[in-house]
């Protein structure tokens, strides 16, 4: 341990003027730009969350823990939560293993895999708030494709946006065709960097395709995995352009995430003390996430 | 450079900037998408800089969603407008009390008495003018006139309620859809449920709830308000899906025929033909307006309205040109030109006149006699209790939450606000 520490020390002892020069040219923009752009309004958005404020002049009416009073056990909150939950579940265990499963076939050299590639990847270009407005028509039972798949078989029209305990799915769906091509992109390039050789070897040592996918291709993976999951989770917590066109956060409400949340029951009513407060829960949901997966399971990347 | 020389310099430098100096913006927010409005409104802004030299009027547009979320930081900066866009209510006062409002009061004397004097006092805060109103609405039901003769309705005999839960069955009994209704919006069902709160509890139904008398919002009226709305919902008289279909599409929905009618604002006039699938809609002459039937044994009258009112505001640091803008803006003779060409309905007495809409000239009748008209509850709440009887008249109308619940959500948020 000390003889790391020493070798690091080294370096910085022997950091010349022209080290300085750089830090202090290149520091201060930066920093005042955090501070500026983050680190001061989330600052405030803590302190907002103490008051009951709609945004006009300062905030005067302090209430204490209020804000986070009436999250707790509150239906709709409660309701958000758990669907962050399922996005969260819905990506890991169904769109990361589709992805790697589309991954493993296009990332050969197969006749077309670019184009398949590109096909696939398609979606994840397409701005969020488009693919909400575009799914709407998708779902609609009276002229969508939910509507000509009823009509084939003879059944009444069925509004899927508007059942709400099965609306929550039509979010999943969009979510599920919108970023499973950005994962797929990521293991194929994790899969490109894998040497050939490696599994060549495996193949003449007689190793059957499942296992050198499984000892050979899926280890060597492990890093773009762990990234792809953390990616994963951070957007699950983060969705909200496809919820706003798609459904409206509706039918009563089952269709939230926290972020919806926050901008329907925070900045559209005019209680930014409160949204404030919704803020504070997801930034330290998030927070928490991000360091204690990064030491748990990204120590070596 | 001599002294001479550099006063002839700077003295034609001078008369180069000075009417550049001189010159004072005036800028004014809005929100309408109308065109024909925006065009009146141009004309207006153009007459005046034309007469007025040294002045120079600005329209600018923000989203209706953008502008409702903007305004608050706007008008802290000194990027704020002189003049801007409100449907008075709730809103209007915060920003009032927050100090960012003029008061005009002995400005605009002399052009509000030609108005309508509850569009006036709907700009008034504690009895001190803020804002002049331009336009002022109505929510009625418009019907299809072909889709009630299929049924055998007859729009003179609905009366009472209970004569129009009649009309609904029948409708339905002739395979018509009877009501379409942008629930996915929430706000379109609101409609109903202010109209019974008026009906049931007449005009100070909404005013004692707001100052808690009897229980505030809890109190029998809007929990029988409630009632009445489940009682409509349960014969299912909506179209499939209702639950998700958005405003724009609702008005489409009437303008293909699929609905014999549409509780809403006069803006669906000009909405429901683009929107629908032809892009032409019902004709005209085919749409008929009536008025929210009364309950028997409420305190509404058949003559209470409710509609928006909308107008300007001005900001506190505005110049004293945007004020004499204002008054140059509410002239009767472009309210008139308003009535004939900008398709909303003028709040200066007489402009009514020049109307040539038929269906909007309807509603600028009831306007001119309405007993008490009430602004969007919605918009008098302001957006925290607001939007909550917005989801309250959905959730009750679905049967997901019991009248009782409803009414005491909406207490709740007034309690918390």
Redesign the interface.
């Known amino acids: 341990m000390s003889t790391v520490e020493t070798s690091y020390v080294e370096p910085a002892r022997r950091m010349s003027a022209n080290g300085w020069t750089t830090l202090v040219v290149f520091l201060p923009p930066a920093l005042l730009l955090f501070t500026v752009f983050v680190a001061l309004p989330m600052a405030e958005a803590a302190w907002y969350g103490f008051y009951n404020w709609d945004g006009y002049n300062r905030p005067e009416k302090f209430i204490g823990l209020k804000n986070y009073g009436y999250l707790i056990g509150n239906a709709t909150f409660t309701r958000s939560l758990i669907n962050n939950g399922l996005i969260i579940v819905v990506s890991l265990l169904i769109q990361l293993p589709l992805a790697l499963g589309v991954a493993l076939m296009v990332a050969g050299r197969i006749a077309g895999a670019a184009w398949f590639r590109m096909i696939f990847f398609l979606p994840y270009v397409l701005a969020d708030v488009a693919a909400g407005l575009i799914w709407r028509f998708m779902f609609d039972g009276g002229f969508g494709l939910s509507s000509v798949i009823t009509g084939a078989l003879g059944l009444q029209p069925y509004y899927l946006l508007a059942d709400k305990n099965w609306a929550f799915s039509a979010v999943l769906i969009v979510v599920l065709w919108k970023y499973f091509g950005f994962h797929m992109m990521l293991y194929v390039a994790g899969l490109q960097n894998i040497d050939p050789s490696l599994l060549e070897a495996a193949e003449m040592d007689g190793a059957s395709p499942f296992q050198r996918f499984w000892h050979i291709t899926l280890p060597l993976l492990g890093p773009m995995i762990r990234l792809s999951v953390f990616f994963s989770v951070v957007g699950a917590l983060q969705l909200f352009d496809i919820i706003v066109p798609l459904t409206g956060g509706g039918p009563f409400e089952t269709t939230n995430t926290m972020v919806s949340y926050l901008y329907y029951f925070g900045i559209t009513r005019m209680r930014v003390g409160f949204g404030s407060a919704v803020g504070v829960v997801l930034f330290l949901i998030c927070v928490t996430f991000a360091f204690g997966y990064r030491r748990l399971f990204m120590r070596d990347d | 450079m001599s002294f001479r020389r550099f006063t002839i310099a700077a003295a034609c430098l001078a008369a180069l900037t000075a009417p550049a100096l001189a010159e004072t913006t005036v800028t004014v927010l809005h929100v309408s998408e109308n065109a024909d409005q925006k065009a009146v409104w141009d004309k207006i802004a153009s007459d005046y800089n034309a007469e007025h030299k040294g002045v120079k009027v600005q329209f600018k547009y923000l989203e209706n969603?953008a502008f409702?979320?903007k305004l608050?930081?706007m008008?802290?900066s000194s990027d704020r407008p002189d003049l801007f866009y409100s449907w008075s209510g709730g809103?209007m006062q915060?920003?009032d009390?927050?100090?960012?409002l003029k008061d005009i009061t002995a400005d605009v004397a002399s052009v509000e008495s030609a108005m309508s004097p509850t569009a006036v006092d709907a700009f008034k805060v504690d009895g001190k003018v803020v804002g002049v109103p331009f336009e002022v609405g109505e929510v009625a039901f418009y019907y299809n006139k072909k889709l009630f003769e299929k049924a055998g309705v007859k729009a003179e005999d609905i009366k009472t309620w209970d004569d129009f839960l009649g009309a609904v069955k029948k409708l339905k009994a002739a395979g018509i859809t009877p009501i379409v209704v942008g629930a996915?919006?929430?706000w379109p069902m609101h409609f109903y449920y202010s109209y019974l709160v008026m009906r049931i509890g007449g005009e100070h139904a909404l005013a004692d709830a707001k100052a808690g008398k009897d229980g505030g919002f809890k109190n029998a009226t809007f929990v029988e308000a409630g009632k009445r709305l489940r009682e409509l919902a349960a014969l299912e008289p909506f179209q499939?899906?209702?639950?998700?279909?958005s405003h724009t599409q609702s008005s489409g929905f009437f303008g293909d025929g699929k609905a014999a009618m549409d509780l809403m604002g006069q803006w669906f006039i000009g909405m429901q033909g683009p929107n629908s699938a032809s892009g032409k809609g019902v004709p005209e002459d085919d749409i008929g307006i009536l008025s929210f039937p009364i309950i028997p044994g409420g305190k509404g009258k058949a003559t209470d309205t409710l509609g928006g009112v909308n107008g300007w505001l001005v900001t506190k640091t505005a110049p004293p040109e945007a004020v004499d803008f204002l008054k140059f803006f509410s002239q009767p003779k472009y309210a008139q030109e308003a009535a004939a060409h900008g398709g909303y309905i003028p709040v200066v007495k007489g402009a009514e006149a020049y109307i040539t809409d038929p269906l909007v000239k309807r509603l600028a009748a009831d306007l001119a006699v309405t007993t008490y008209h009430q602004n969007f509850f919605d918009q008098d709440l302001?957006?925290?209790v607001g939007?909550v009887v917005n989801?309250v008249s959905?959730?009750v109308a679905?049967g997901?939450m019991t009248p009782e619940a409803a009414a005491a959500a909406i207490q709740d948020a007034a309690e918390?606000?």
């Open positions: 969603e409702k979320a608050p930081t008008l802290q809103v915060a920003q009390k927050a100090g960012f996915g919006e929430k499939p899906g209702y639950l998700s279909t302001g957006p925290s939007r989801d959905v959730s679905a997901e918390q606000q």
